[in-house]
């Protein structure tokens, strides 16, 4: 499970396999963070976050549980929600926004 915080972070509890969530891990992501959603964009589950400062951030996971520092897209203004899935069928997911 994983909520965004307003205050830049990201905490991520991680399944410890026995019915109980593992203490938050705090991920740094961005200031003003608005809506969050995984996807699978490198073989394991990655986080998509929006920013109310027109952006949306991509934390790519590498398969142990340890994310990459954000790669940031500007988007529309100040995005609430948003979404991944195959738009155009090429079999790659794409990232949609709204407010």
Known sequence: MATAGADGTIALL???GNGFLA???????G??????????????????????TNQA????????????????TTTGNRPL????GNVNGDGQLDGMVSR
Do not use: E, I, K, W
């Open 31 to 52: 200031n003003s963070l608005g809506g969050l959603t995984t996807g699978d964009f490198n073989m394991d589950l990655d986080l998509v976050v929006t920013t109310q």
């Open 57 to 72: 951030l991509v934390l790519t996971n590498d398969g142990q549980g340890v994310f990459s520092a954000p790669m940031v």
């Open 81 to 84: 929600a948003v979404l991944v």
């Open 14 to 16: 991680v399944n410890q």
């Open 23 to 29: 203490s938050p891990q705090r991920l740094t992501a």
